[in-house]
């Protein structure tokens, strides 16, 4: 079975751009989660989609950062225009229909975004 | 809020020794618990979880008792191999499945 896509793997960019990832989740799965992970700490999450619903967005800077999953499959997180402490990895994760009970989620390897 | 707070590494320990990581959280309510590692170029895995206070969670020799009095929830490992070395990674779960994590302790095993 296919894991969670990320692309690209890694970005650079300078200050005042503007950037996008793109998450493709385990087929099947209802529910994907965007994280944020600066180096030497843990993930935090940004957002979380159950299909094409927002589920919770609360720790997403809507100032700056935008993310949709359209037709409740793909997903694209974009930043714009970014700032020096934006640089970190951003991890996409996905997992079974969320209910009652955890379901487990299955990560994927991330983009390391620099900027500069 | 919900926190979990772990151990700073990075811990380097020899080839056949014994690993503690320890791990405290802060939750409303009853959270389940996890352990997630990061190997080298690799994504976060699951590596066990608890869902209930006495709870022990195991995997690949890794154990972790869910401790409700002391909100503890602490990885071990009686004997590491080079193969363990990775980033570990405490989590909790609350409403949804909305997971916090801790900071993450960094081990490396040597030979």
């Known amino acids: 079975e296919a894991g969670v896509a990320q692309s690209p793997r890694y970005k650079i960019i300078e200050k005042r751009q503007s950037v996008a990832f793109w998450c493709n989740p385990i087929?099947?799965?209802?529910?994907l989660y965007w994280y944020q992970q600066i180096l030497g700490q843990g993930p935090k999450l940004l957002i979380q989609f159950q299909n094409n619903g927002v589920v919770d967005d609360s720790q997403l800077p809507k100032d700056r950062f935008s993310a949709e999953r359209l037709k409740g499959v793909d997903s694209t997180l974009k930043i714009q225009p970014a700032k020096l402490e934006d640089s970190a990895v951003y991890l996409c994760?996905?997992?079974?229909?969320?209910?009652?009970?955890?379901?487990?989620?299955?990560f994927g390897p991330g983009t390391r975004l620099t900027v500069l | 809020g919900n926190s979990v707070t772990q151990m700073e590494g990075p811990v380097t320990l020899s080839e056949e020794a014994f690993l503690t990581i320890n791990c405290t959280y802060t939750a409303t309510g009853y959270p389940s618990l996890f352990w997630y590692v990061q190997y080298p170029g690799e994504g976060l895995q699951l590596l066990l979880k608890a869902t209930k206070a006495d709870d022990k969670g195991s995997n690949k020799g890794f154990e972790a008792t869910y401790r409700k009095e002391t909100t503890s929830f602490h990885l071990e490992k009686g004997s590491v191999q080079v193969s363990d070395s990775a980033v570990y990674f405490c989590a909790l779960k609350a409403a949804g499945n909305k997971l916090t994590f801790g900071g993450g302790t960094r081990v490396l095993v040597k030979p």
């Open positions: 087929s099947g799965h209802a529910t």
């Open positions: 994760a996905s997992s079974a229909l969320a209910g009652g009970q955890y379901n487990e989620q299955f």
